[in-house]
């Protein structure tokens, strides 16, 4: 079928708007009419090829949307289902047979390869293959082809729009305090960085009632939003060390700290602020190879330093939690959104880029 889909033709390029032709769903796919997409770090890392994708290639992996056609095996959801979209997983791994699927051993060929499991691509411009299957995904286009186990069902009762960003800025951010830190009443957190993952981890930990949450951040702007949204202390690391800040803050350190930036001197930072037994966690995106000098007698004594995708999360069941806690009024991600028309995507990303907005959504 044809569809309307942005096109990366060129390491760090603008997004071209072009019509490709899709292939239709195989036995296990499904094919969703893309109601919103976020814009996320990651698809500006991948366009800069800072992560290996081939090119020319669509990306989006915050899709969110409405089911069209289902292949003769899929069973989870139906023509006319609500759905966010996901990563892709093996299923079949150690890793995901334990119920760690962010942690697939086939992750990389899965969500970055530009094709679908058996090597096949799904978007051609006249003869000219264009990869696709980012994310399993590729929701940078009014049409996309998942497959079953990287598809949520979600409610009805609330704007379909906004949930494309659950898939995974939102799930890292939260999930990362809520399920991988796992912490609890009463704890103190910093947060460094506090754009999508950052402000969603400031939310998470809200949910869990950490009574000292510390946002870190170079933006005025942002550290507004993250004191309105819970953070109980921000602290502008463009104006002190914000080291010597929270350790004087918390009396020794906070029970946990978490790199949303991924950036190696930030966290140093968010490591050397752990007292003993203190747990620091890394979400930050970075370029493969990427190293950071650490005080390994300050890790020797208690302190832990754990690495989190995806916020640890299992997106059918935590995806319809944070929605819940979204309709209760206790998980108000939607403060974060600025809407855009598809037709405006290289504004939402220069925007994003500049700090102006913290959730690019683009609307299809």
Not at 60 to 70: Q, R
Not at 88 to 104: E, F, K, L, Q, V
Not at 308 to 314: L, P, R, V
Request: charged share 20%; aromatic share 6%.
């Amino acid at each position: 079928m044809e569809i309307n889909a942005a096109v990366i033709f060129e390491p760090s390029g603008k997004f071209t708007l072009e019509q490709l032709e899709l292939s239709d769903p195989k036995d296990d796919e499904v094919l969703v009419r893309i109601v919103g997409a976020g814009i996320c770090h990651t698809d500006l890392a991948a366009r800069d090829q800072h992560l290996p994708i081939p090119l020319p290639s669509v990306l989006g992996h915050e899709g969110a949307g409405i089911v069209e056609e289902v292949g003769a095996r899929v069973t989870k959801v139906k023509p006319g289902d609500h759905v966010a979209l996901s990563w892709m997983c093996c299923g079949s791994c150690p890793s995901c047979r334990a119920g760690r699927d962010t942690y697939c051993e086939n992750f990389l060929a899965l969500n970055f390869s530009g094709a679908q499991p058996d090597g096949s691509t799904t978007l051609l411009k006249g003869d000219q293959v264009i990869h696709g299957s980012f994310f399993g995904q590729s929701s940078f286009a009014n049409f996309a082809l998942a497959e079953e186990r990287n598809i949520v069902k979600v409610p009805e009762d609330i704007p379909l729009e906004i949930l494309g960003p659950m898939g995974c800025g939102i799930q890292t951010g939260a999930g990362a305090v809520m399920n991988a830190l796992q912490a609890r009443p009463g704890t103190s957190i910093a947060i460094f960085g506090v754009g999508p993952v950052g402000m969603s981890a400031v939310l998470g930990a809200v949910v869990c009632g950490c009574t000292t949450i510390i946002a870190v951040d170079i933006s005025p702007e942002r550290l507004n939003m993250a004191e309105e949204l819970g953070a109980t202390h921000t602290i502008n690391a463009g104006d002190v060390d914000p080291v010597e800040a929270i350790l004087d803050l918390t009396g020794g350190g906070p029970n946990f700290s978490l790199e949303c930036v991924g950036n190696p001197a930030v966290f140093r930072q968010a490591v050397d602020v752990l007292p003993l037994l203190g747990v620091c966690g890394l979400a930050g995106v970075v370029a493969p190879g990427t190293e950071v000098s650490l005080n390994m007698d300050l890790i020797m004594n208690g302190r832990t330093v754990r690495g989190i995708i995806e916020g640890d999360a299992i997106p059918d069941l935590f995806i319809p939690k944070l929605i819940e806690l979204y309709k209760q009024g206790r998980f108000p991600f939607d403060r974060m959104i600025t809407f855009y028309p598809f037709e405006e995507i290289n504004k939402a990303v220069e925007e994003m880029e500049k700090g102006l907005v913290i959730k690019p959504v683009l609307r299809l």
